[in-house]
């Protein structure tokens, strides 16, 4: 094996990396999405979906190069403003965790609205009888019922943003698919690297539904199903 | 700011351009990848296992694997293969991959009838019982059922997925600036941000155009959900 596929494999964890950190800021922004949309505040019901509606309607590609570009120019003129001669650089990693995590946070509202809706009114109320505060109901009550519903629709998000975080290549992070790119730039074989690259992708996006789909299962325990 | 840049002709023109080829690029994508699609949501139904298996792995891939490494082993790899380097200067359909346009044409129109398909055949596989029956009650052929029953009814159920489908591709399509000397809406951008230094301005007028063209399709589709499904939808008292 060439130290090229050594290094893609490298790059591989960066992948990993990235997914997983964007992955977290695409959950916090989800639940806080969804909380505003249910609300019921008309403030902050129109600031989510002003931001699930604009989220989406723009390509990935482009918001990164705009936070990547224009939010190093953006910082650096806000630095100079507040009389700083310091100038900063915005890091490939945070840019794309960033845009990755606020793009699939528009997602992962949708989701988890839907999923909070599934559960029966009745459930919260009953817990606010008992007592318990909001927090409380959202840990003990709506949060573990919600994963069953919000799994499917989770783990479509979750297979689209592994994908996208091959994009963070265009932005000089050098993850798998900018080392295959580098790769197969020193060899002159881009089919090979790139073809390794894929099966990489593959077996990652492999493995996770095949660990969602045992999550699935586990949270399905216990309700009915009716074969028709 | 300074969006006055942005308004200067050239520079709308170079916009102009770059709709242009993102919209040529959408839509022959689109027309390739649906036909495509309908051939390979067939295989996926039809009664032929090894087809089925094959034309699986194939959406299998295409949907777990990144579109931007597609768009990279048409683009960079198919070069490196000595067959296609031996007849991509004389031979007809191979002439073609040395064109940026027709190998993202290509991985997108692959792509997305990955997409397509699975969406389709899902359709199909949903229709219901007692039409198929009624179809063959009626002394119907095979091929018959499938051209005047399931696939009129399939192809306007998977609308509402495949409407979801047309917004990311025209999304995908950005995806085309990676490749050298493809002026798509993305690449325009990216050339006003070097030749100004204007990132912002650039990329949020990038942004903007594709913000108009998602919402016109997407109001195109809503349009004709409500006429074509219109008999799934609830009944207005």
């Given at each position: 094996m060439s130290s090229y596929y050594t290094s893609i494999l490298y790059g591989a964890v960066l992948t990993v990396g990235v997914s997983l950190a964007a992955l977290l800021v695409s959950l916090v922004l989800g639940l806080a999405g969804a909380g505003a949309k249910l609300s019921g505040r008309p403030i902050l019901v129109a600031l989510a979906t002003l931001y699930t509606t604009i989220i989406r309607g723009i390509p990935e590609l482009v918001l990164m190069l705009l936070v990547f570009y224009g939010g190093t120019i953006g910082l650096n003129n806000l630095l100079e403003a507040m009389g700083s001669e310091a100038t900063v650089d915005i890091n490939p990693f945070l840019a794309g965790v960033l845009t990755i995590g606020f793009i699939y946070g528009a997602y992962m509202t949708e989701t988890f609205r839907g999923a909070i809706l599934a559960i029966p009114k009745g459930q919260a109320e009953a817990a606010w009888a008992f007592g318990m505060g909001r927090t409380q109901t959202f840990m003990r009550i709506t949060a573990p019922q919600m994963v069953r519903y919000a799994l499917p629709g989770f783990t479509n998000n979750w297979l689209v943003l592994i994908k996208a975080t091959a994009l963070v290549s265009l932005i000089g992070l050098q993850e798998m698919t900018y080392l295959a790119k580098q790769a197969s730039a020193a060899t002159r074989s881009p089919f090979a690297y790139f073809l390794f690259t894929a099966a990489l992708f593959l077996i990652y996006t492999t493995v996770s539904l095949m660990v969602l789909r045992r999550l699935n299962a586990r949270y399905s325990l216990g309700t009915k199903r009716v074969q028709l | 700011m300074n969006f006055a840049v942005i308004f200067e002709p050239q520079n709308l023109a170079l916009y102009g351009t770059g709709i242009l080829t993102t919209l040529a690029l959408l839509f022959s994508s689109l027309a390739v990848g649906a036909v495509l699609a309908l051939l390979c949501a067939l295989a996926l139904t039809g009664p032929w296992a090894p087809l089925r298996w094959v034309v699986g792995a194939y959406t299998y891939v295409m949907r777990g694997t990144p579109l931007l490494i597609q768009v990279y082993l048409i683009?960079?790899?198919?070069?490196?293969l000595e067959w296609i380097q031996a007849r991509?200067?004389?031979?007809?359909?191979?002439?073609?991959?040395?064109?940026p346009f027709f190998c993202a044409l290509l991985a997108f129109s692959l792509n997305t009838a990955g997409y397509t398909a699975e969406m389709l055949a899902g359709a199909i596989r949903e229709t219901s019982a007692g039409e198929i029956e009624a179809a063959q009650a009626y002394g119907m052929s095979r091929f018959k059922v499938m051209l005047h029953i399931v696939l009129p009814s399939a192809m306007r159920r998977t609308l509402p997925a495949y409407s979801n489908e047309v917004v990311m591709m025209l999304q995908a399509?950005?995806?085309?600036?990676?490749?050298?000397a493809m002026l798509d809406v993305t690449a325009a951008a990216s050339r006003i941000y070097s030749d100004y230094y204007l990132p912002f301005e650039a990329y949020l007028a990038a942004a903007a155009i594709y913000l108009v063209a998602s919402f016109c399709l997407i109001g195109f589709f809503r349009f004709s959900e409500g006429r074509l499904l219109a008999y799934l939808a609830p009944r207005k008292l």
């Open positions: - | 683009y960079y790899g198919l070069g490196q991509w200067d004389t031979v007809w359909p191979w002439t073609h991959f040395k064109e399509t950005s995806l085309a600036s990676a490749v050298p």
